[in-house]
T-cell receptor
């Protein structure tokens, strides 16, 4: 149980275009999901907290107009990178919280974004 | 602001040796602490979660301890195997359902 999927696993897009990444909790409902970014040989950095039915909360330094987050249902959150640039190339990972006594976070397999 | 540090950044051991991975955090007011494994180019696999009220958790060859007062957690991997080669990350959460703050990770290589 507690499986989180991401789609696509890899995407290559041209500079200036937008790309959407989906994060789904497959066997549980997730009121809260998180989006992280990981650059090569670095740790995960939180970008934003996604709450079902409300606006996302962005971390300091993350442009909310560039990284659009929508959490329209209890099992799906999407991250749209708008007007992508090569410096947006990174590994994007989402996580979902299974509510309960320990509130453990379960992570998706990640999406490798390459902007050419 | 919580800061999580993992030392060393990289570790190489011969097969069979026990691994000791360290994680320290600056704010002892944590809700829980998780240890993860990450293989190259892959997502995170949760290994152990320790609640703030617990002192340790065990799963197979893995044992994680938590000392809130000193701001430390240690992951022990007994009798290491080449398949244990990966990056190990620790992360602390401040409250239930809250975001995780990650350490920089320890890259482990177990040599056959």
């Amino acid at each position: 149980g507690a499986v989180v999927s991401q789609h696509p696993s890899r995407v290559i897009c041209k500079s200036g275009t937008s790309v959407k990444i989906e994060c789904r909790s497959l066997d549980f409902q997730a009121t809260t999901m998180f989006w992280y970014r990981q650059f090569p040989k670095q740790s995960l950095m939180l970008m934003a907290t996604s709450n079902e039915g409300s606006k996302a909360t962005y971390e300091q330094g993350v442009e909310k107009d560039k990284f659009l987050i929508n959490h329209a249902s209890l099992t799906l959150s999407t991250l749209t990178v708008t007007s992508a640039h090569p410096e947006d190339s990174s590994f994007y990972i989402c996580s979902a919280i299974q509510t309960g006594s320990v509130f453990e976070q379960y992570f998706g397999p990640g999406t490798r974004l390459t902007v050419t | 602001k919580q800061e999580v540090t993992q030392i060393p950044a990289a570790l190489s051991v011969p097969e069979g040796e026990n691994l000791v991975l360290n994680c320290s955090f600056t704010d002892s007011a944590i809700y829980n602490l998780q240890w993860f494994r990450q293989d190259p180019g892959k997502g995170l696999t949760s290994l152990l979660l320790i609640q703030s009220s617990q002192r340790e958790q065990t799963s197979g060859r893995l044992n994680a301890s938590l000392d809130k007062s000193s701001g430390r957690s240690t992951l022990y991997i007994a009798a290491s195997q080449p398949g244990d080669s990966a990056t190990y990350l620790c992360a602390a959460s401040k409250a239930a359902g809250n975001k995780l703050t990650f350490g920089g990770g320890t890259r482990v290589l177990v040599k056959p």
